[in-house]
């Protein structure tokens, strides 16, 4: 269904709605996490795909988890600071990044350092899949209007062992 949606994926109409999978501990979230980053790139259905984060100690675990799922010389990059994130996105060679989603929040203060207009029009002339893992826990709030803002032109996939509805939405009053 990942490749499915991103394959239909209209660039350019700002729809952001990928779509979420939801599975249980231990059910292959992580694989089939990198696995459909990877043949989105194969395929050629989206530039880049980043791997988006929500603590330290995750990107170095799903770093070394999708370099043992990697093919022999795929290279996938984890990004160090903000600054070096937006060279990856910059780079037309650097596919499979993984990312925190505070390196991806200050991306714009770092437009505004280091680059030009036209490096900002480059990227956001990519067609970006960005597949969020523990989706339940970092892609609501102001976080997630950031990106969504500064990325329009993306596609979004959350990964998450325990979904947020109405009825267990603690922002609602519930528990």
Same mark, same amino acid.
């Given at each position: 269904?990942?490749?499915?949606?991103?394959?239909?994926q209209r660039?350019?109409?700002?729809?952001?709605?990928?779509?979420?999978?939801?599975?249980?501990?231990?059910?292959?979230?992580?694989?089939?996490?990198?696995? +459909?980053? &990877?043949?989105? *790139?194969?395929? !050629?259905?989206?530039?880049?795909?980043?791997?988006?984060?929500?603590? $330290? #100690?995750?990107?170095?675990?799903?770093?070394?988890?999708?370099?043992?799922?990697?093919?022999?010389?795929?290279?996938?990059?984890?990004?160090?600071?903000?600054?070096?994130?937006?060279?990856?996105?910059?780079?037309?060679?650097?596919?499979?990044?993984i990312? +925190?989603? &505070?390196?991806? *929040?200050?991306? !714009?203060?770092?437009?505004?350092?280091?680059?030009?207009?036209?490096? $900002? #029009?480059?990227?956001?002339?990519?067609?970006?899949?960005?597949i969020?893992?523990?989706?339940?826990?970092?892609?609501?709030?102001?976080?997630?209007?950031r990106i969504?803002?500064t990325?329009?032109?993306?596609?979004?996939?959350?990964?998450?062992?325990?979904?947020?509805?109405?009825?267990n939405?603690?922002?609602?009053?519930?528990t």
């Amino acid at each position: 269904n990942i490749m499915k949606r991103t394959k239909a994926q209209r660039w350019g109409n700002h729809t952001p709605l990928g779509g979420y999978v939801w599975g249980t501990t231990g059910c292959g979230k992580t694989l089939t996490s990198y696995k +459909s980053g &990877q043949l989105v *790139t194969d395929k !050629n259905y989206a530039d880049k795909v980043i791997f988006v984060v929500d603590r $330290v #100690e995750l990107s170095d675990q799903s770093f070394d988890e999708y370099n043992s799922f990697a093919r022999d010389g795929e290279p996938i990059k984890k990004s160090k600071n903000t600054h070096d994130l937006f060279r990856m996105l910059l780079n037309s060679k650097d596919r499979l990044i993984i990312t +925190s989603i &505070q390196k991806l *929040t200050r991306i !714009n203060e770092e437009k505004a350092k280091y680059v030009n207009q036209a490096d $900002v #029009e480059k990227i956001n002339g990519k067609r970006i899949v960005f597949i969020i893992d523990e989706a339940h826990r970092s892609q609501f709030g102001e976080m997630h209007e950031r990106i969504k803002n500064t990325f329009v032109n993306a596609l979004f996939i959350g990964f998450t062992g325990t979904p947020i509805f109405s009825e267990n939405d603690k922002a609602d009053g519930m528990t």
